[in-house]
């Protein structure tokens, strides 16, 4: 079974351009959650999509960022226009959904945006 | 609002040496615990997980984390370390309350390192 995948692994913009990230779950996942990092701080929470709807977007940081997920399958996460403070590792996961909130989310190996 | 904190940022062992990796959290309800491992350039796996089934919860490379809720910890051990295990650990809460979406609350980080 193919895990999370995503895709670049390394982006470096320039401040001001655009980024779309993507991300491919794991096949017949509903759940699809966007996480990022920021150096040295914690991993935290962006938004939370099952299927194509968007559960919770409390984390998004501003309206730079616009995730979608059309069909609910992949999912991009585009930074238009990205500014300094947006560089860090962003993380995709997924989980089954269902079958209650124990399920396990799986991680893809994220993506690094440097905003120079 | 749940937080998780992890004390200590770096912990280094000797090889063969116990591992403690301390968690503490904080959830108006019996959350469900996670315990997550990034590896060098990859993403985050997941080590084990607490749902409420037993206490004492054992998770995969040798490691166990007990749930205790008196003092409101979920610390991960090892009882002996292999250079293997040297990466960053990651504690993470979900509420279990209604109308969560099971997003990942995430402490710090701690990275562990092992020494020959």
């Known amino acids: 079974e193919a895990g999370v995948t995503q895709f670049p692994s390394h982006s470096v913009i320039e401040k001001g351009q655009t980024v779309t990230l993507r991300c491919d779950p794991i096949?017949?996942?509903?759940?699809l959650y966007w996480y990022r990092r920021v150096m040295g701080k914690e991993i935290k929470f962006l938004l939370h999509f099952v299927k194509e709807s968007k559960q919770d977007e409390s984390g998004m940081p501003n309206n730079r960022f616009l995730a979608e997920r059309t069909g609910g399958t992949y999912s991009t996460l585009k930074v238009q226009p990205a500014e300094l403070e947006d560089s860090g590792v962003y993380f995709c996961?997924?989980?089954?959904?269902?079958?209650?909130?124990?399920?396990?989310?799986?991680f893809g190996d994220g993506t690094r945006l440097s905003i120079l | 609002a749940q937080s998780v904190t992890q004390l200590g940022s770096h912990v280094s062992v000797s090889e063969g040496a116990l591992v403690l990796l301390r968690c503490n959290y904080s959830s108006s309800v019996p959350p469900y615990l996670f315990w997550y491992v990034q590896y060098p350039n990859q993403g985050l796996q997941l080590l084990l997980k607490y749902t409420s089934a037993a206490t004492l919860v054992k998770g995969i490379n040798g490691f166990e984390a007990e749930f205790k809720k008196s003092e409101t910890s979920f610390h991960l051990t090892k009882p002996s370390a292999h250079m293997r295990d040297a990466a960053e650990y990651f504690c993470a809460v979900s509420d279990r309350g209604s109308g969560n979406t099971g997003k990942l609350i995430f402490g710090q980080g701690t990275t562990l390192q092992v020494k020959p």
């Open positions: 096949s017949g996942h509903d759940n």
């Open positions: 996961a997924s989980s089954l959904a269902g079958t209650g909130l124990n399920q396990p989310q799986h």
